[in-house]
């Protein structure tokens, strides 16, 4: 079993810059591609980014991929979303999420998620 917590949400200004982390325990997250997925107000979940297990390739969403980085450290079993310019369409609870697949895998894909952190842009 893989146990995530995320962190590091809160309530930012449009333009501004947050960094989301994600914290691992029970395993090692050196077999997992790790995601981040957003679930704006009243919607379904939705994929963000993602970075296959050594961090080597990545897959965004369309609307964040010149904005958003993924990161992840194996050593400390950790990974991070780091979301510069935010817009209020990127507020949502912030999910991390672990997969034994691939890196475009779809929600249903991933085995292990965490409970979220909420994000909030104000304009």
């Known amino acids: 079993q893989v146990q995530l917590v995320e962190s590091g949400g809160g309530l930012v200004q449009t333009g501004e810059s947050l960094m989301l982390s994600c914290a691992a325990s029970g395993r090692s997250l050196n077999n997992y591609a790790m995601a981040w997925f957003r679930q704006p107000p009243g919607k379904a979940r939705e994929f963000v980014a993602a970075v296959n297990w050594n961090g080597e390739s990545s897959h965004y969403a369309d609307s964040v991929k010149d904005r958003f980085s993924m990161s992840r450290n194996n050593a400390e079993n950790t990974v991070a979303l780091q979301m510069n310019s935010v817009k209020p369409e990127k507020t949502g609870i912030y999910y991390c999420?672990?997969?034994?697949?691939?890196?475009?895998?779809?929600?249903?894909?991933?085995?292990?998620w965490g409970r979220g952190t909420q994000v909030s842009v104000t304009s």
């Open positions: 999420a672990a997969s034994t697949g691939t890196i475009y895998g779809r929600r249903g894909d991933h085995q292990y």
